[in-house]
């Protein structure tokens, strides 16, 4: 794992309430319960915050799972 | 301790070791998942609620947890958006079922302004813009009176940030009203019309919001996609300010400073440099010194007390403090002296004992991280002050403590150095009488017992917040409880002064007292530290013993619940002839039988009824 990587799943397991170990790609919004509204909107501004970066609206709709964050993070830090 | 217990301290300790927003937040929510039992000491339980105009969980979440961290267990209610106004004029709302000590009203003026208030005002006239401020203010203020009236909670009502944005530029100030002064108007205005109820404080969100930066204090991606009204760096600062009226609310401000003297008061080493060779004067270097005690006296001349603790030649030290044309703080200002080559942490007990207070009540100023280190191995409980090695932070060190939070500040407070001259005048007296007795009969002890009236009351309040040591039952009630106790016609409240040849110590003690049929319980009965000693509590003691004779009373119940500090009242009810009668869950109650016995007021004492 990278740095950012390590700093990502470190953000997303916290806010999701998860130890680093117990979290999986494909842990999904609406079917894991801590991941509600408020979680999802601590998520991603605390990942905006820590990379420098801005999700347009449709984009912060559109992410359902941590593989989706993973992918999008990586396409935005890459550009 | 079940495992929820552990799992919050683990959880507990993450956050301590970085209290970051993300920390915060995780932490609050993990530990409601694991909803922990509410404590059984009620004393260590706390209900917060933060009810306001928008998504408030981050604030409350910060709130909660620093709460936590100092040790209590907090339960939580957050508010929903916007449904203040529901919440607070229902009496049985969520809001109140949940019997918060502490409800806090964060109400944004943009949420109560017209929609076009902000494009209007350049052409609004002045008297619509006044118009407009009292509409504003009222609205707040009627919701904190409801509050305070359906509760007996401390109310906080967040006062409005002043935009640093107007539309009417430079010429804003040129206009009678312009866009600044309306709000910094409605705060003024919020101030007056809340000072005079005791139970609601104005937060001064915006003083707290310049202090840390105007421009960074909203996230505008969270603000618009949640109504989260803070941003992340901003909302544990906002937490911190509600964290200081928490404290001074459960009794937890801390009393005396305790300052070392070479290159902390002032520069150099005394006993190498003389006293022409310190520096300490009206210019740098010097000023600074000069300007650090200053602060320390503004603090001394509202009821903190100072006291020294020094590696030093006592001769050489004193004679900065009694002779130095430029030295602010003199030997009267400090309530007691170690000047010695003892150690500090030796020293620093000495001195607890000497003034009569709790180490944890103390915080320790030393330039030397030596010395710092030392006492916080020996007495955790101290608060110890990392001190910057420039000496020209250590006023704005000192300023930025916020530990020395008291809800009122009474004429007690403000005499309370003065006080200690007497103490000291009186220690020395002691010494050179022959007998404990002789002694007391030489103060000319007055003690002045009555219940309390609206002029006593905030002291009285004040008392019950923040006595520790000589407190039998530790009730926190908060203003509105007592005055409901004061009301009742089943419940007294008494207060007690005392006085002596060498002062005024005021209102001093408290008790109340529940009256039932034949039986009168002691609730709770508490003196401050300063008067222990001199048996004024017997005479207190004394006096409600003769009213509940009065009133036809056959017993005289009274409880004693240990805490870690009231060890000098344990005994206070053996000693005075009640029978124990039996051990609750976190005492023990004591009965005194009015036929077989009573209490007589000390022959020394003059008790004096009003």
Known sequence: MTDAEHTLAEIISKVLLLDMNELTDDLKRGDYEPWDSMAHLILISEIENEFGIFFEDDEVVDIWTVADIRRLLSKKTSS | MSGADDQVDEILKSVRESPTYLNLWSAYKKIQRLSPKPSEDAGLRAGIAIIGSSTLEPIAACFDVKVRLEGFHPHTFVGGFNT????????????????????VLAVDAWSLLDQEFLSNYP??????RSAAIKELVSSITAIAEVLEKNSTALVLVNNFIVPTFSPLGVADNKQKLGFKKFFRRANQLLEEKLESISNVFVVDLDSVASNFGKSSTVNWNTYYRGSIPFSEEFTPIVANEYMRYFRALKGFAKKCIVLDLDNTLWGGIIGEDGIEGIKLGPTSPGIEYMEFQRALLSLHNRGVILAVDSKNNFDDAIKVLRE????????????????NWQN????????????????DSIVFIDDNPAEREQIRQTYPEVMVVDLPKNPRLYRTTLEKLDVFDVLSLTKEDMARGEMYVGKRKREEMKHSSTSIEDFLRTLELKVRVKLTDDFVAPRVVQLIGKTNQFNLTTRRYTDAETKSLRDAEES???SMAVQDKFGDEGVVGVAIVRKKNVSWTVDSFLMSCRVIGRSVETAFLAKI???????GARRVIGEYIPTKKNTPAADFYERHGFAKQKETGDGA?????????????PDWIDLIEE
Do not use: C
């Open chain 2, 84 to 103: 203040y106004h529901q919440e607070a004029m229902n009496k049985t709302s969520e809001l109140y079922k949940a019997e918060p000590n502490i409800i």
């Open chain 2, 123 to 128: 052409r609004m006239s002045s008297k619509s």
């Open chain 2, 324 to 339: 130095h044309p430029h030295q602010i703080l003199k030997e009267e200002h400090f309530a007691a002296l170690r000047i």
């Open chain 2, 344 to 359: 500090k942490a030796a020293n620093i007990a000495e001195l607890a004992k000497e003034i009569n207070i709790g180490l």
């Open chain 2, 492 to 494: 007294a409240v008494y």
């Open chain 2, 545 to 551: 013993i003769a009213d509940a004779n009065t009133a």
């Open chain 2, 589 to 601: 109650s004591w009965m005194l039988d009015l036929a077989r016995g009573t209490v007589e007021v």
